[in-house]
């Protein structure tokens, strides 16, 4: 095992190498501030974490949300500036502990498919325009994007062609190494290339921007400095880095799990993150993800384990005690071509692709979030992200309505209405109405139930049965509205019966509520055909050719044949 993990910790070092230094250029630091959030990701997560190849250290999804939301309260690179972020990875650090001790693993399934394409979309958008200027040689602008983008146009002319050169050279070389392997550290060659151009051609006299001296001094921990005033305002943005870091561990740790068809343990993989958060905030730097591209090349390289990742950090330890003067002559444009690699890598154009074709609704979901989070401040934008992903779930599950079954002929099946031209497609029991609701009943539906129900025994049936299979979960106030359908029915002279409840939850929640004390002895089944034959044994079997009133509510389909 110990050569795979050197042969990889060693590639992925050479990944690393450049993108923890721009990934720092981005949020407002030194570039050695990113190698130390790399060392206190790596050494932490090894520690604390349970997936064996996901890498952490500074990301750069995160880095322009907090990066521009603490822009707002002190001057990039200003210690006051530094001091904020370094608190600020310390409250995300103890929420993801907090995590871990809560079990809180959900949380990472709040954020659907196109509210996270459509967020991390903002975000290589504000990464793009972020260093456009450095790449084209022209000085950083604050401000939002769109005037950042017209304070460029007024100065294009103005515009470094060496620089220019530089930067379109080294995203050049960067795609064209993944392209022929993603094992090939090419963002590495791009930036020892791009130095050693500066240095032979002397471009630093022609406008060149370069990083400068990197101090190699190693910071001691210490508890970071703030303004009393500035907590309340960095509580809201930690809770945001540290939602959005459980969305990306949860991601990573399964998409890269230790050992084929065995669950990961991502609230395990949330201790290890916050430790790394809390550790990089006490050495001055900012705070740490999960990141799936460096953990796919950690797999990719043949790594067993997280001394991959240690062999990394060490290797990025020694390049700052002994190589750092390699690092003074890197070019700004370099590190901008770097980042706009990394820009490109999450703009998910193929998934946007995927869901415009499947389901516009869903699309407008994207728009709508890469909107906010491009138009808005970073972090205004991606709660509302949040807020947008937790609203769609939310309107998805007032969306289920009640829905009848019919009987497949010659067999004990009952499966949803659907209508198939004059074809017949079930038959019904004379009297008998047999209805399903297939979502868990919650206050978030349970009305839509009621008037579902209260429709439907308009036609005077004389025996409901609520197929309930589906109904996994039942609150307290769908509690009550079930006990006053049952009411309902039996006003209405039908008797009613639950079938199919198969929820051990839900069960445990209707006798909890008293709902089971209303239904009565005798009407709980384990099938329609049982509940029917018990309490409607003289039904008489018709076939259906239209869909009933409730049945055409729902999306119709074909049910399979009676042999299926």
Request: glycine share 8%; net charge neutral; with cysteine.
């Amino acid at each position: 095992m110990l050569r795979y993990d050197i042969a990889a910790g060693l590639t992925l070092a050479a990944i690393a190498i450049p993108e923890q230094m721009a990934t720092a250029r981005l949020a407002g630091f030194p570039p050695q501030i990113g190698f130390f959030a790399f060392l206190a990701g790596s050494f932490s997560f090894a520690a604390f974490g349970s997936n064996r190849f996901l890498s952490s250290g500074a990301d750069s999804t995160i880095a322009p949300i907090f990066a521009g939301a603490l822009a707002l309260l002190a001057t990039r690179g200003t210690p006051q500036f530094m001091a904020l972020a370094s608190f600020l990875a310390l409250l995300v650090g103890g929420i993801l502990v907090l995590g871990f001790l809560l079990r809180a693993g959900w949380v990472a399934d709040l954020l659907s498919v196109p509210v996270t394409t459509g967020f991390l979309t903002g975000i290589s958008i504000h990464i793009f325009i972020s260093q456009l200027p450095a790449l084209i040689g022209l000085p950083s602008v604050e401000g939002s994007e769109f005037y950042r983008v017209a304070e460029m146009a007024k100065h294009w002319r103005e515009a470094n062609p060496a620089a220019i050169a530089i930067g379109l050279g080294s995203l050049a070389t960067i795609i064209i190494g993944e392209k022929i392997s993603p094992k090939l550290p090419a963002a590495l060659i791009a930036l020892a290339g791009a130095a050693f151009a500066v240095r032979y051609f002397h471009l630093e006299e022609r406008g060149v921007a370069v990083l400068g001296k990197v101090s190699t001094e190693f910071p001691h921990p210490r508890f970071p400095e703030i303004a009393p005033a500035d907590i309340p305002q960095i509580v809201g943005l930690a809770i945001i880095i540290a939602m959005v870091i459980m969305v990306q561990t949860a991601a990573t740790s399964r998409s890269f799990p230790d050992e084929e068809g065995r669950a990961p343990d991502v609230d395990r993989d949330y201790l290890g993150v916050g430790a790394g958060c809390v550790m990089a905030g006490l050495v001055g730097a900012f705070a740490v993800d999960a990141s799936p591209p460096r953990t796919a090349i950690v797999t990719a390289t043949g790594g067993r384990s997280q001394l991959s990742s240690i062999v990394a950090a060490l290797v990025i330890a020694a390049l700052l005690l002994f190589g750092a003067s390699l690092l003074e002559h890197v070019p700004n444009a370099a590190l901008a071509g770097v980042l706009m690699f990394i820009a490109a890598r999450i703009f998910r154009l193929h998934v946007m692709r995927d869901i415009f074709a499947k389901t516009r609704g869903e699309f407008a979901l994207v728009a709508l979030t890469m909107a906010a989070v491009v138009a808005l401040p970073v972090q205004n934008g991606v709660s509302l992200s949040i807020l947008a992903s937790l609203l769609h779930g939310v309107w998805t599950t007032t969306r289920s309505r009640l829905i009848t079954f019919a009987r497949l002929p010659g067999s004990s099946v009952w499966w949803p209405c659907a209508s198939s031209g004059a074809e017949p497609y079930g038959e019904r029991l004379e009297g008998v109405l047999v209805a399903a609701f297939q979502a868990p009943l919650s206050f978030l539906n349970a009305y839509g139930f009621q008037s579902d129900l209260r429709e439907a025994i308009e036609e005077k049936p004389k025996l409901v049965v609520l197929e309930a299979s589906n109904i996994v979960e039942i609150d307290y106030t769908a509690a009550g509205i079930l006990r006053q359908a049952i009411e309902d029915c039996r006003a209405a002279g039908a008797d009613f019966a639950i079938a199919r409840f198969e929820s051990v939850r839900a069960h445990e929640a209707l006798t909890r509520f008293g709902v089971m004390k209303t239904l009565g002895e005798g009407r709980l089944f384990r099938s329609v055909d049982e509940a029917t034959k018990a309490l409607a044994p003289d039904a008489v079997a018709s076939k259906i050719t239209a869909p009933t009133l409730l049945a055409r509510k729902s999306r119709a389909f074909r049910p399979p044949s009676a042999s299926a």
